[in-house]
């Protein structure tokens, strides 16, 4: 279903030959960015939590080399590694769309006994993912010349957009490509993209806050928020975000690192 005014344009071949790890491949923006990235001539590693999207994205993109594991879990980023390494010896991209949700809950929402197990789980899967699975990866990225694209979120900009956890985990990702664009440069680059809200990204919410069985809604009326939210009036895609992370991985990216994109409909210039 496209909803946006836009309509992504490919010039397939911007990656041709790149090697790329794409974390949390198997839905959403994941899975838009590893299906970009094929189109575009990459090879791709998948790498996906749940076992039923590992086998869903395998039976659609037969290309795409898919590895079941945990992003937060040590021994399963190495495994990620290996397959990476035996397709080839440098790892030009490494993509983190990992990410969990609070579904808008302020700190007096939160049960006291929660919240640290809460914090500690939204800060794990969104903040820590990204800092494993680049310290696993930075061998073959320095050899590469490569880059690394974390996902943040308009909340990590605009307060208002989730609530206490979930908007400081983001704000936590801008401080993380920071950081290591400083440290890894000149060797690795390290940019960001922040979408606004997106349709069809099956986020789920942080068990540790009783959330875990809560999904982000993809009808109508969410379409119709979204809508309203934006400048642009757009409620935009997993296939149209996509065209972001494209963008920083080609080589029209390549004088950039510390900075993100802002596919979020204009959030940036409400009054």
Do not use: W
Not at 124 to 144: D, E, F, H, Y
Not at 159 to 180: E, M, N, T
Not at 229 to 255: H, N, R, W
């Amino acid at each position: 279903m496209q909803v946006s005014n836009a309509q992504p344009r490919s010039s397939a071949g911007r990656l041709t030959g790149r090697l790329a790890l794409v974390l949390g491949a198997g839905s959403g923006i994941g899975r838009a960015v590893a299906e970009a990235f094929v189109a575009e001539g990459a090879h791709v590693v998948g790498f996906e939590l749940s076992a039923k999207k590992c086998t869903d994205l395998k039976a659609a993109q037969p290309d795409i080399e898919v590895i079941e594991g945990d992003a937060c879990s040590r021994s399963d980023l190495a495994r990620a590694v290996v397959a990476s390494s035996r397709i080839a010896a440098e790892l030009d991209l490494l993509v983190n769309c990992v990410g969990i949700f609070d579904f808008y809950r302020g700190l007096s929402e939160i049960d006291a006994d929660k919240l640290e197990r809460g914090f500690e789980d939204i800060y794990r899967v969104n903040v820590l993912s990204g800092l494993l699975a680049t310290q696993a990866c930075l061998p073959m990225l320095r050899q590469a010349k490569g880059l690394v694209i974390l996902t943040s979120s308009s909340s990590g900009f605009y307060p208002g957009r989730g609530g206490v956890l979930y908007v400081s985990s983001k704000f936590a990702i801008r401080g993380c490509v920071a950081a290591l664009a400083h440290e890894l440069a000149p060797d690795v680059r390290v940019n960001g993209v922040a979408p606004g809200g997106v349709l069809g990204t099956d986020i789920r919410g942080s068990r540790e806050l009783g959330l875990g069985a809560q999904r982000m809604r993809a009808d109508a009326e969410r379409v119709a928020d979204l809508q309203a939210l934006t400048p642009l009036k757009v409620a935009m895609t997993a296939d149209e975000i996509a065209q972001s992370y494209v963008f920083l991985a080609s080589d029209a990216g390549a004088g950039m690192t510390g900075e993100f994109l802002h596919p979020d409909g204009g959030l940036g210039i409400r009054g």
